[in-house]
């Protein structure tokens, strides 16, 4: 069974929401980079709850037909990486999140993408 990608990140998003994960974003790449389609970002408040964020995510998420492709950074649980193909969840510490700041970066991506497309039309 494939899920189509807007379910696929409903769901991702209630499972997110049912483990209580903190700032929950999404980032729209649709149309922008092949590899996927969106990230989802969320905080958790430590080790313990970015854990269980993921395994909130990868058991209830198997149960309901979510199929992950890769899953990195679990075992220090500072950032962890979720792959579902069209779908990438980033599980970040407070501090993590900030000083990668994933969100600020894609934002100025997007905007750069976006005037490129518009300058060669």
């Known amino acids: 069974m494939t899920i189509e990608t807007k379910n696929k990140l409903e769901l991702i998003i209630k499972l997110l929401e049912s483990k209580k994960a903190n700032d929950i974003e999404i980032i729209d790449l649709q149309d922008r980079m092949p590899l996927t389609d969106y990230f989802?970002?969320?905080s958790g408040t430590s080790n313990i709850h970015i854990k269980a964020i993921a395994d909130g995510l990868l058991?209830?998420?198997?149960?309901?037909?979510?199929?992950?492709?890769?899953?990195e950074g679990y075992s220090q649980a500072r950032w962890v990486l979720v792959d579902y193909g069209d779908i990438v969840v980033h599980i970040f510490s407070p501090e993590e999140r900030e000083y990668y700041d994933i969100e600020s970066l894609?934002?100025?991506t997007t905007v750069k993408l976006d005037q490129n497309s518009a300058n060669k039309e």
């Open 106 to 108: 894609w934002q100025a």
């Open 40 to 42: 989802v970002t969320c």
């Open 59 to 71: 058991v209830d998420g198997k149960a309901v037909g979510l199929k992950k492709d890769r899953v």
